[in-house]
């Protein structure tokens, strides 16, 4: 067999991604282990002159631990909100054949064309009249509204991948439609759970209008608000702020770790199966 010659384009163009890619990582990882006066003097890119964790420790020392369990909580809840109503909802919409469920459903495809903006009035009223401002519940419970249309849509796109033939298999085993959803459903479609939960875990995390305008108080901020602590009217504390930012990614990143067989599956339509 003849060798088949190295395409030296393609080895140039990774070279160009990886640094395209790696410097922006680079510039963040080395600022947080610099001090303040170094990253002035010396700019971004140099090499650190010393080795510090004071960015870490003073991110903390800010209040900014209590943002992150905030943070977690939220997440956690949103998480847990989405896992109880969309599974048994796409279900529904999937082996469903009434109105009803249909209705609901396009009622659900009306949420994802309506953007947060534009309700964030009736539902800063909608929640203190319900009195949850500057509370994390009166910040779950829209974030979670937010994140069903969506998680409605993959999961219900999955389970429609799942072989009639299956039900079919089951019904003759005489199985009710709760076991075919815990026992048949559920396993074939943890690439779609999957995908819902990161993607309902981005949003959470990530979120930052609901938080600004229903919550107050400092023992309520989340992650994204408490990064404008490193602002101050003498300047910006980059290397504590970027600190900060390398801090709040470490939990996305250890779900999509933990998530990205299921979550790559159920992105290329295979249900997990």
């Known amino acids: 067999m003849s060798r088949r010659r190295p395409n030296y384009l393609a080895g140039a163009g990774s070279l ?9 990582l680079y510039v963040m990882l080395a600022a947080t282990v610099r001090t303040r006066q170094d990253y002035a003097d010396n700019g971004p890119v140099s090499i650190p002159d010393s080795f510090t964790l004071d960015n870490y ?23 847990g909100i989405v896992l109880l109503l969309v599974p048994p909802l796409a279900y529904a ?15 659900f495809l009306l949420g994802l064309a309506i953007p947060a903006q534009a309700v964030i009035v009736p539902m800063f009223y909608l929640i203190s009249e319900a009195g949850l401002y500057d509370n994390l519940l009166g910040v779950i419970l829209p974030t979670a509204a937010f994140c069903l249309p969506m998680s409605a849509l993959i999961l219900s796109g999955a389970m429609r991948d799942i072989s009639p033939e299956l039900y079919e298999a089951m019904a003759m ?17 943890r690439g779609g759970l999957s ?16 938080p600004l305008v229903l919550t107050q108080s400092d023992s309520t901020k989340v992650v994204t608000l408490g990064l ?31 998530a990205r067989r299921a979550l790559v599956q159920g992105l290329m339509g295979v249900g997990g199966k």
């Open 16 to 24: 160009v991604w990886l640094f395209l890619v790696g410097l922006p």
């Open 57 to 79: 420790t003073s991110a903390f020392d800010s209040g900014f631990g209590q943002y992150f369990v905030n943070t977690l909580v939220v997440t956690a809840c949103v998480i």
């Open 93 to 107: 919409i999937v082996r469903s054949r009434g109105r009803a469920t249909s209705a609901v459903f396009r009622l």
């Open 173 to 189: 085993d005489g199985a009710s439609p709760r076991r075919m959803f815990f026992q048949l459903v559920l396993p074939l479609s």
């Open 228 to 258: 404008y602590n490193f602002q101050t009217e003498h300047g910006i504390d980059i290397p504590g702020l970027l600190g900060a930012v390398v801090l709040s990614m470490v939990p996305v990143l250890l779900v999509y770790l933990f």
């Open 195 to 210: 995908t819902i939960v990161v993607f309902s875990a981005l949003q959470a995390w990530n979120g930052f209008l609901f």
